[in-house]
């Protein structure tokens, strides 16, 4: 566990419980309990930015870029997969530390791991995402307001595919194409054939066996049919559409070897020749 990104994935990997969806596929969704208003931090700024309102206990030009990037990330989804944005509210709560983040959980989500650096909780229409103050803050909040926007978009999202696209998007716009810190592992992943087939990361049904070769897979994944051939994206775009849909998706994998000849050599062609 010496690669950063492995710690990472880690830290965060197991925010919420998983049960079968009515599709048979994955949710995603932590069951909510009251928050109450009266409870909530010592918020120095409210800011709305597109479908985010958030609370942060620190003034929100310290975080940089981030809200920039938020502000274009429903956009960049639609772009990418075809996901409209969403019609409710996602609630952004940041926190100036670790302490204020675990004290206000343990106050209003009891049952959350607090050991996390970030959160996305769901239940029915409501959506929140926690996270404090961190080098890893902007990483955070753009993976957590990922999972956000595709549990607004689709009824459920398989897990693999969750992971996979959270990570993606998780870096800055201009990173995702070359600069993600899971590249390199994948690579290495790949060359050393130790490299999780699509098949079988479809069936990781519990996100606590879910590993940090898992993520990486994931993401290679979610890479390759987002910048690979275009009827690798067209193939996911109808998958999640057919999700939205709520018509059962049935295997992603098996979709693309239908429409991919080679479809594992291509992969790896086109991960090894960037
Ligand atoms: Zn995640």
Redesign the pocket.
């Known amino acids: 566990m010496n690669n950063p990104y492995t710690s990472e994935?880690a830290e965060?990997?197991s925010?919420r419980r998983r049960q079968p969806g009515p599709l048979g596929l994955l949710t995603a969704v932590w069951l909510m309990v009251f928050l109450p208003a009266s409870a909530a931090g010592s918020w120095v700024e409210r800011r709305h930015i597109g479908p985010f309102r958030l609370y942060a206990e620190f003034p929100l030009q310290k975080t940089g870029r981030l809200m920039a990037d938020l502000r274009r990330l429903p956009d960049d989804l639609w772009q990418a997969l075809r996901l409209p944005p969403p019609d409710g509210v996602i609630d952004v709560y940041l926190f100036e530390a670790r302490n204020s983040y675990q004290r206000y959980l343990a106050a209003n989500l009891p049952d959350a791991p607090r050991q996390r650096r970030a959160l996305?909780v769901r239940s029915g229409d409501s959506s929140r995402v926690f996270a404090y103050r961190s080098r890893h803050l902007n990483t955070d909040v753009r993976?957590?307001c990922?999972?956000a926007l595709l549990h607004a978009a689709l009824p459920m999202v398989p897990l693999w595919l969750?992971?996979g696209l959270?990570?993606y998007f998780e870096v800055a716009p201009g990173d995702r194409f070359r600069g993600h810190r899971a590249r390199r592992g994948a690579i290495w992943d790949m060359r050393l054939g130790r490299m999780e087939g699509l098949g079988d990361l479809e069936k990781v049904s519990s996100v606590a066996s879910f590993t940090a070769g898992d993520y990486r897979a994931s993401w290679a994944w979610v890479h390759f049919m987002i910048h690979g051939p275009p009827e690798a994206r067209d193939t996911l775009i109808a998958y999640l559409a057919d999700i939205r849909a709520r018509q059962p998706p049935g295997s992603l994998h098996v979709r693309l070897r239908h429409e991919i000849r080679d479809l594992v050599r291509r992969f790896e062609k086109h991960h090894l020749r960037q």
């Open positions: 994935v965060r990997g925010r996305f993976h957590e990922t999972h969750d992971e959270a990570t």
